[in-house]
Nanobody
Framework: QAPWVESGGGLVQAGGSLRLSCTAS???????VNWFRQAPGKERDFVAG????????DYADSVKGRFTISRDNTKNMVFLQMNNLKPEDTAIYYC????????????????????WGQGTQVTVAS
């Protein structure tokens, strides 16, 4: 079973909203969890991250002010609320867990993360 199962993706018109969810197969309550995305032919990029206690969040400049990350450790879930979507947001979105527990900062490099989900497709039509 994949460490994370992403859901909530789909096809939406530009300017619309989607809420992605990521459900863990076991608790990751002590770990930073990030959302990454990968568009066809491109590298996997950082989107947003949240520390284990939710005190710190970080966003890529391209989504700042439009996306909001949150988590519910009681349900082993992480969310990504995406508003004012743009065609350039089209990608497969993944959850992943930082390799190190109890970090108070959000790292952005995919190689610092493991326990990846299988992704959910987000397509934004212009």
């Amino acid at each position: 079973q994949a460490p994370w199962v992403e859901s909530g993706g789909g096809l939406v018109q530009a300017g619309g909203s989607l809420r992605l969810s990521c459900t863990a197969s076991r608790p990751y309550n002590h770990y930073v969890v990030n959302w990454f995305r990968q568009a066809p032919g491109k590298e996997r990029d950082f989107v947003a991250g949240i520390t284990w206690n939710g005190d710190t969040t970080d966003y890529a400049d391209s989504v700042k002010g439009r996306f909001t990350i949150s988590r519910d450790n009681t349900k082993n879930m992480v969310f990504l609320q995406m508003n004012n979507l743009k065609p350039e947001d089209t990608a497969i979105y993944y959850c992943a867990t930082d390799r190190s527990p109890y970090r108070v900062d959000v790292r952005r490099t995919p190689s610092d993360f493991d326990s990846w989900g299988q992704g959910t497709q987000v397509t934004v039509a212009s």
